[in-house]
């Protein structure tokens, strides 16, 4: 079992990658942040397999500060491994920020010198330069935009943009955890004199993040989800719930009931259809209709029924026996009449999916007995 050593454990990157090592990992993972002393980090530096050196500061009051906890500390730990003689992999979560003269690129800057003389000296060290990183736990109000506008727009509160036009580069937490787990698990590809980045970086401006997050808080207690087959709005929404208050994670349903039962929408999304379900009082048969694009599935989950369906043009039929016990698909194909009626003597309880939400102005439903 590898001994991993994280420092800025407390911090953003650090929580994400220490909760993904511990819980799949089976590394023993060491935590170090600001309020331990370095004595401490002396014994587990001596000990230790790997270390993932992300402790740092990004924003301060004080410049000191960042030649104090960005600069100094990374010398100080490639100091202890080199004297100790414990030349193992290390990895400083550095900044695109060392292009720009700015306090705190150049401490960043400064530190990756400390990195170079450790390889220098035989050692193992891993420079990343990262860009913005989003993702959940992350502080807001603090140095990430994707972080102040996610909590401040789920919490009610008012936003600032300062350029809408401004293009930002983006770094997901997780594709960052699973790059560090690469290099740990030593299957990496990657050689350890290249200033490394991770993939995939999103380009977006301001104006776009503050409106996507914004249609995140719109569709907020209601059916509708956001395009999730597009994996930079899927890891953005995901960062957008993480701040969302406990009281707003759920949401009413609009159940219409008539003497059939009843019947309402879980989920609907662009992409990926709707989801619904129902419930049938015995006897009683729902559909006979049909659709000409619309396809649907059918689940029964309680309950016992028959599902029908019948070619409009060649009136070939299947009568489908289902139930909750053993639950099957039935898959409502285009061009055919279908019904499902509750055989049992028990209520009927459905699942369906459609390949589109349902359109008041375009039903695609065609009244037919099967
Ligand atoms: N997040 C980004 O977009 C981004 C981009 C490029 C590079 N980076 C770098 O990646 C690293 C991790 O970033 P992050 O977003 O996770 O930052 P973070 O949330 O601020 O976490 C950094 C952690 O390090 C701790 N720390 C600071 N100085 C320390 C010291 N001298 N000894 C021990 N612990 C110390 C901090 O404690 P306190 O909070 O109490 O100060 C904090 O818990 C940082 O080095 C950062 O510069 C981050």
């Known amino acids: 079992m590898k001994k991993v050593l994280i420092t800025g ?16 990992d089976g590394s ?22 790997f270390v993932f050196h992300l402790a740092g500061v990004n924003r301060t009051g004080k410049v000191d ?16 491994l080199i ?36 390889r220098d000296n035989g050692g193992e060290g891993y420079i990343y330069r990262l860009t913005n990183v989003f993702g959940k736990w992350c502080r807001p109000n603090y140095n990430s935009v994707v972080a102040t506008f996610c909590y401040n727009i789920a919490n009610g509160k008012e936003i600032t943009i300062s350029d809408r036009n401004k293009e930002l580069q983006l770094n997901h937490v997780d594709d960052i955890v699973a790059d560090f787990k690469i290099l ?5 590809q990657r050689s350890s004199t290249d200033i490394l980045s991770v993939n ?47 009281k707003d994670a759920v949401y009413s349903l609009n159940k219409q009931t008539d003497e059939r039962g009843y019947l309402f929408e879980l989920i609907k999304s662009k992409s990926l ?30 309950g016992t029924a028959i599902i029908k369906l019948r070619h409009l043009i060649s009136n070939e039929t299947y009568d489908y026996f289902v139930n909750g016990k053993e639950p099957v698909v039935v898959n409502i194909l285009p061009g055919y009449a279908h019904s499902v009626t509750n055989i049992g003597k028990d209520e009927l309880i459905t699942l369906f999916w459609a390949n589109e939400p349902f359109d008041k102005e ?9």
């Open 83 to 118: 004297e100790c003689k414990n030349l193992v992999p290390l990895v400083l979560a550095s900044s695109t920020q060392v292009e720009f003269d700015n306090d705190y690129g150049k401490s960043k800057r400064e530190a990756e010198t400390h990195i170079l003389r450790y």
């Open 273 to 302: 259809g709707q989801i619904f379900v129902s419930k049938t009082r015995p006897g009683i048969t729902r559909g006979n209709h049909f659709h000409h694009l619309k396809n649907e599935k059918f689940c029964v989950i309680e």
């Open 200 to 246: 995939p970086t999103y380009k977006v401006t301001l104006g776009e993040i503050a409106d996507l997050i914004k249609s995140f808080k719109a569709m907020s207690g209601t059916v509708m989800i956001p395009d999730i087959n597009n994996d930079f709005l899927r890891k953005l929404q995901s960062t957008y719930l993480s701040y969302i208050p406990l």
């Open 65 to 80: 500060d960042f030649n104090i906890h960005n600069t100094e500390l990374t010398q100080f730990i490639v100091d202890y």
């Open 9 to 24: 454990s407390n911090g953003f990157i650090g929580r994400n990658l220490l909760f993904n090592l511990k819980y799949t």
């Open 362 to 370: 375009r039903p695609d439903t065609y009244f037919e007995k099967v």
């Open 184 to 188: 740990l698990s030593g299957q990496n």
């Open 28 to 49: 023993e993972v060491f935590e170090f942040d600001i309020e331990q002393d370095r004595n401490y980090l002396k014994k587990v530096l001596k000990d230790v397999d």
